[in-house]
Every structure is written in C-alpha cells, then in structure tokens.
C-alpha cells in the first residue's frame, strides 16, 4: 500500500512540476482572474493526469501502441491550441487605451469622467477553466509522452491488485493538484503586486507571449 502511494505521488509529481504550457498558463491564470476561479484549471489539468493514471494501471499495455501512433497528430493540435490561447491572452494588453470621456461624472460616482480606460481582461468561470485546461492538458504533447513512458516502466507492481492500483491513482491526482493550485496561487500573488491597468497589461503580455514561445518550441521539438 505505501509502495503504491509513493509511486503514484512521485508520478503525479513527475508529469505536474516540468515547466511547460500548462504551469505558464495556470499562473497567467492565477495573476488574471485569482486564485479561486483560477483553481478550476488546476482542477482541469489534475483530472486528466488522473485520467491518465487509471488507463496506466488499468490498460497501459494495450493503450501505449496506440498514444505512440497518435503523438505526432496531437503535438500538431496542441502547437495551434497554444498559438490561439496566447493571443486570447495577450490581447487585453495590446489593446490600446480608450480615449478620455469628456462628460460629468454621474451622481454619486466618485470616479473621473476624463480618466482614461484600460482594456479589462475578460471575466470567466470555475467550470469554464476547468474545461478549456482540462481539454489542453489532454493533447499537451508533454503529457502524453510521459503518459505513454509511465504505461511502459514499472512504477507499479505488475500483480498489484484493485487497492494498491486505486491508492495509485489517488495519490498521482493528489499530487498534481497540489502542485498546480501551488502555481494558481502563486499567479494571484503576483496579480495582487501588478494592481491596477498597467499591471493587468504586463500580465497580459508576458502570460500571452510565454504560451506562444512554448508553442513555437513544441512546433520545432
């Protein structure tokens, strides 16, 4: 039982820690829209690698043929989903700035008519990071590739049985949502230092330009 516990946390961790995609996203994430809404990523990308686990202990002999086939395609898929989801993130920052408005502050707004508006990035949901990063860490070509070298090594006993496969799989999803709430946190330490427009802008850009970097390397490797 403890055998299977440590082998499923340090697979968990071996998929999880590696920079790649999935951290620079969650930590935008994180600096964007904070670190609870922003949790739903993370919650996206630990179900897939616990996903993953379960097909690993359950039918890795079987499936590892069949990722190796795939993995070419699905780098392909996931070299366009990059390029797409860092321009999303970088266009609050390229925005430019509205015009100031000339017009009398509305009674009882404290604001300033004439200051002007920062492009505001856009508002999302829980459920609605947890899908689109659930769905990019499925064909991040990173994660299928250790997927398809855990389904063939022996982090597991071959004659384990249904408890120490479950405690596995557990523990490898433990372990991987403990390390990207850890990014999604540490991005909402950061959106809390860059406050304001010109922060928000920052954040934009360098979280849209490091995703597109990370494409344009997945395309050349």
Same mark, same amino acid.
């Given at each position: 039982?403890?055998?299977? +516990?440590?082998?499923?946390?340090?697979?968990?961790?071996? /998929?999880?820690?590696?920079?790649?995609?999935?951290? %620079?996203?969650? /930590?935008?994430?994180?600096?964007?829209?904070?670190?609870?809404?922003?949790?739903?990523?993370?919650?996206?990308?630990?179900?897939?690698?616990? #996903?993953?686990?379960?097909?690993?202990?359950t039918?890795?002999?079987?499936?590892?043929?069949?990722?190796?086939?795939?993995?070419?395609?699905?780098? $392909?898929?996931?070299?366009?989903?990059?390029?797409?989801?860092? #321009?999303?993130? %970088?266009?609050?920052? +390229?925005?430019?700035? &509205?015009?100031?408005?000339?017009?009398?502050?509305?009674?009882?707004? &404290?604001?300033?008519?004439? !200051?002007?508006?920062e492009?505001?990035?856009?508002?999302?949901?829980?459920?609605?990071?947890?899908?689109?990063?659930?769905?990019?860490? +499925?064909?991040?070509?990173?994660?299928?590739?250790?997927?398809a070298?855990?389904? @063939?090594?022996?982090?597991?006993?071959?004659?384990?049985?249904? #408890?120490?496969?479950?405690?596995?799989?557990? !523990? %490898?999803?433990?372990?991987?949502? &403990? $390390?990207?709430?850890?990014?999604?946190?540490?991005? &909402?330490?950061? @959106?809390?230092?860059?406050? @304001?427009?010109? @922060?928000?802008?920052?954040?934009?850009?360098?979280?849209?330009?490091?995703?597109?970097?990370?494409?344009?390397? !997945? !395309?050349?490797?």
């Amino acid at each position: 039982m403890l055998d299977a +516990l440590l082998a499923g946390a340090i697979a968990g961790y071996a /998929i999880a820690i590696p920079v790649g995609a999935i951290a %620079a996203l969650l /930590i935008t994430l994180g600096a964007q829209h904070g670190a609870r809404i922003a949790a739903g990523g993370a919650f996206g990308a630990a179900t897939v690698d616990g #996903v993953y686990a379960t097909i690993a202990v359950t039918a890795g002999a079987v499936i590892a043929p069949l990722i190796a086939r795939v993995e070419e395609p699905l780098r $392909w898929v996931s070299v366009a989903v990059l390029l797409v989801l860092g #321009v999303v993130l %970088a266009l609050p920052g +390229l925005r430019p700035r &509205s015009t100031p408005v000339e017009a009398a502050p509305l009674a009882g707004d &404290s604001g300033r008519a004439d !200051a002007p508006r920062e492009p505001r990035v856009r508002t999302t949901t829980f459920r609605r990071l947890f899908v689109t990063v659930g769905a990019l860490t +499925l064909v991040n070509p990173v994660t299928v590739v250790y997927f398809a070298a855990l389904v @063939g090594s022996s982090t597991l006993a071959v004659d384990a049985g249904a #408890v120490e496969r479950t405690v596995f799989v557990l !523990a %490898a999803f433990a372990a991987s949502l &403990s $390390w990207q709430l850890l990014l999604t946190t540490a991005g &909402s330490l950061v @959106g809390r230092v860059l406050t @304001g427009p010109t @922060g928000a802008r920052v954040t934009a850009l360098v979280g849209g330009a490091l995703v597109i970097a990370l494409a344009v390397r !997945a !395309a050349l490797s």
